[in-house]
């Protein structure tokens, strides 16, 4: 393990976070210059009255004009949907995006400001063989004003640097990374999340602690990165089960609103992220949520590739609350217990047989999660990936 190595910390998104923190958006908007604004959604947040609420923030006089909401989003941030919305926010002249719902919602609308500021139309552009990578002065600055209001605590998507659409056409997830994607402006508001069912709160809080785990474990980054995601695990192993139990908990759903920004900033864009590899992989071949995929696929990958995460296995042993002195194998034994154990208290299962899986599927789940663009930098090894497919797939 490297003591030191070059890093470069690079999130440049303004967090405004709090009980009620919604009502200071509409001076975030005129903060931002922009008038013309389009609010990109899905009907779950419609339904919930969600955009009612922040709608009411208007009443008074003001200069901003929400022009459309675009309210179609569906699981995963579709490439088709991104495309639509873009086209619909050209059409009208938008200027600045508000983006209010899960990852996918996130992710779409960081989509479609990359489409309106390059003057694209088809968001497979950015990303051709499904990856795309714009590092540091190769990118060059998004002139669209950019709100994120997440109402999910998980992927961390108002602050994160990567975005992830789903390849209709390929039925696989394409990868961009662009370090002016994320929002100008992140508003963390408890108070929007306690509608969430303890279904999606579990996943979505196991999407966060997959962040920083595999954020921390990776060994070439630098230690703000471990910093935000060792207390990122510490806030989700804490509040996670509570949340689940007692959704309108609003100091539980703040932390983990919290700890979700902070575990994407600790997470490694390029690096050996095995968890996220197989969970890209196997949720667009089974519309596995990516939450619930990585919830599945943690102990699993954690287990089967030890090498990766003994090096900083005290650590992470003792940010999930392990505080026993023990040997660095036992150690990463008890880590794999304690997660299992999370699911179990979070209600979530052990593996994927509700999606259907079949044994005649299995060659083809191997190509897909070894052509993942998320396994880029690190291959995981045939004979143990088949002993995780099995496991998740086929529960054997």
Same mark, same amino acid.
């Given at each position: 393990?490297? &003591?030191?190595?070059?890093? #470069?910390?690079?999130f440049r998104t303004s967090v405004?976070?709090?009980?009620?923190?919604?009502?200071?958006?509409?001076?975030?908007?005129?903060?931002?210059?922009?008038? #013309?604004?389009?609010?990109?959604?899905?009907?779950?947040?419609?339904?919930?009255?969600?955009?009612?609420? !922040?709608?009411?923030?208007?009443?008074?006089?003001?200069?901003?004009?929400?022009?459309?909401?675009?309210? *179609?989003?569906?699981?995963?941030?579709?490439?088709?949907?991104?495309?639509?919305?873009?086209?619909?926010?050209?059409?009208?002249?938008?200027?600045?995006?508000?983006?209010?719902?899960?990852?996918?919602?996130?992710?779409?609308?960081?989509?479609?400001?990359?489409?309106?500021?390059?003057?694209?139309?088809?968001?497979?552009?950015?990303?051709? $063989?499904?990856?795309?990578?714009?590092?540091?002065? !190769?990118?060059?600055?998004? *002139?669209?004003?950019?709100? $994120?209001?997440?109402?999910? $605590?998980? &992927?961390?998507? *108002?602050?994160?640097?990567?975005?992830?659409?789903?390849?209709?056409?390929?039925?696989?997830?394409? =990868?961009?990374?662009?370090?002016?994607? =994320?929002?100008?402006?992140?508003?963390?508001d408890p108070e929007l999340t306690?509608?969430?069912?303890?279904?999606? &709160?579990?996943?979505?809080?196991?999407?966060?602690?997959?962040?920083?785990?595999?954020?921390?474990?990776?060994?070439?980054?630098?230690?703000?990165?471990?910093?935000?995601?060792?207390?990122?695990? #510490?806030?989700?192993?804490?509040?996670?089960?509570?949340?689940?139990?007692?959704?309108?908990?609003?100091?539980? #759903?703040?932390?983990?609103?919290?700890?979700?920004?902070?575990?994407?900033?600790?997470?490694?864009?390029?690096?050996?992220?095995?968890?996220? =590899?197989?969970?890209?992989?196997?949720?667009?071949?089974?519309?596995?949520?990516?939450? !619930?995929?990585?919830?599945?696929?943690?102990?699993?990958?954690?287990?089967?590739?030890?090498?990766?995460?003994?090096?900083?296995?005290?650590?992470?042993?003792?940010?999930?609350?392990?505080?026993?002195?023990?040997?660095?194998?036992?150690?990463?034994?008890?880590?794999?217990?304690?997660?299992?154990?999370?699911?179990?208290?979070?209600?979530?299962?052990? =593996?994927?047989?509700?999606?259907?899986?079949?044994?005649?599927?299995?060659?083809?789940?191997?190509?897909?999660?070894?052509?993942?663009?998320?396994?880029?930098?690190?291959?995981?090894?045939?004979?143990?990936?088949?002993?995780?497919?099995?496991?998740?797939?086929?529960?054997?």
């Amino acid at each position: 393990m490297p &003591t030191q190595t070059y890093f #470069r910390f690079d999130f440049r998104t303004s967090v405004s976070a709090g009980p009620g923190a919604r009502a200071f958006l509409p001076a975030h908007m005129k903060e931002l210059a922009a008038r #013309r604004w389009m609010i990109i959604t899905d009907q779950g947040i419609v339904s919930a009255g969600i955009i009612d609420k !922040l709608m009411e923030l208007f009443d008074g006089p003001h200069d901003l004009n929400i022009v459309t909401v675009f309210d *179609e989003v569906l699981q995963d941030a579709r490439m088709s949907l991104v495309n639509k919305a873009a086209a619909i926010g050209r059409q009208l002249a938008v200027e600045g995006i508000l983006a209010v719902g899960g990852g996918s919602v996130l992710d779409t609308a960081k989509g479609v400001k990359i489409l309106l500021a390059a003057g694209l139309t088809d968001i497979a552009d950015t990303v051709p $063989a499904n990856t795309g990578l714009y590092v540091g002065e !190769l990118a060059k600055r998004l *002139e669209i004003p950019h709100i $994120a209001i997440p109402t999910t $605590a998980g &992927t961390g998507s *108002e602050v994160s640097t990567i975005a992830v659409f789903l390849n209709e056409k390929d039925r696989v997830k394409a =990868n961009l990374l662009h370090p002016y994607i =994320n929002a100008d402006i992140a508003i963390l508001d408890p108070e929007l999340t306690v509608g969430l069912p303890p279904k999606i &709160t579990a996943f979505t809080g196991f999407d966060a602690l997959t962040h920083a785990i595999e954020g921390v474990a990776w060994q070439y980054q630098g230690q703000m990165y471990d910093a935000l995601g060792l207390q990122a695990i #510490r806030l989700v192993e804490q509040n996670l089960a509570v949340a689940v139990s007692n959704g309108a908990d609003i100091d539980a #759903r703040m932390n983990l609103l919290t700890a979700s920004s902070m575990a994407i900033m600790s997470f490694p864009g390029l690096g050996a992220i095995p968890v996220h =590899n197989c969970a890209h992989a196997l949720g667009a071949m089974y519309n596995i949520p990516h939450g !619930l995929a990585n919830a599945v696929l943690l102990p699993l990958v954690m287990e089967a590739l030890p090498e990766i995460y003994l090096p900083k296995i005290s650590v992470l042993a003792d940010a999930l609350g392990i505080k026993e002195k023990a040997a660095t194998e036992e150690l990463h034994q008890m880590t794999v217990a304690r997660i299992r154990t999370l699911l179990q208290e979070t209600g979530l299962p052990a =593996n994927f047989l509700e999606f259907g899986p079949k044994p005649g599927e299995m060659q083809q789940a191997i190509m897909n999660v070894l052509t993942d663009p998320a396994g880029l930098v690190f291959k995981i090894p045939l004979e143990r990936l088949i002993k995780i497919l099995s496991k998740a797939l086929l529960g054997m």
